[in-house]
């Protein structure tokens, strides 16, 4: 699937945004330093994912410019599969808050035209204090600009 880089700072609500890492990948290809092999590398796995349940988005992609990005989440958790389970619709990540234990979610930005993808949010899903129901800002898979 894809890497997850380590986290350069979190908050405490449990939210790593990777804007900051996504504009320098990008300046380093537009510089030269990063060759289009080195930014246009999704696994095939999560293309599937993004032609499969990808949600698309608006604005085109940073590299080839042709085509829609796509937003792809994946939750890792407790009796989940260990690669992580693959989310297709928004309810799923409510019901997943619902659940013992700490889920985390990985938002993920794909082209399926030229294979770019990165990194965008992590999320920890949690449960509002008074209604015990999962917190909407955690659910938010917007576009990241």
Request: glycine share 8%; charged share 25%.
């Given at each position: 699937m894809f890497r997850v880089p380590p986290a350069a700072t979190s908050s405490?609500?449990?939210?790593?945004?990777?804007?900051?890492?996504?504009?320098?990948?990008?300046a380093?290809?537009?510089?030269?330093?990063?060759d289009?092999?080195?930014?246009c590398d999704a696994h095939p796995e999560l293309v599937r994912a993004?032609?499969?349940?990808?949600?698309?988005?608006?604005?085109?992609?940073?590299?080839?410019?042709?085509?829609k990005l796509v937003h792809v989440?994946?939750?890792?958790?407790?009796?989940?599969?260990k690669y992580g389970?693959?989310?297709s619709l928004r309810g799923e990540l409510a019901r997943l808050a619902k659940r013992p234990g700490t889920h985390?979610?990985?938002?993920?930005?794909?082209?399926?035209?030229?294979?770019?993808?990165?990194?965008?949010?992590r999320s920890t899903l949690e449960r509002s204090a008074?209604?015990?129901?999962?917190?909407?800002a955690t659910e938010s898979t917007s576009d990241p600009d």
């Open positions: 405490s609500e449990g939210h790593v945004d990777y804007r900051l890492a996504r504009a320098s990948v990008l380093d290809f537009r510089g030269g330093v990063l289009l092999a080195d930014v993004a032609r499969a349940v990808g949600r698309e988005v608006q604005g085109d992609c940073p590299i080839c410019e042709r085509a989440t994946y939750v890792f958790g407790p009796r989940l599969p389970r693959c989310i985390v979610a990985y938002i993920v930005e794909v082209c399926q035209a030229c294979s770019w993808n990165h990194l965008l949010r008074e209604s015990q129901e999962p917190n909407p």
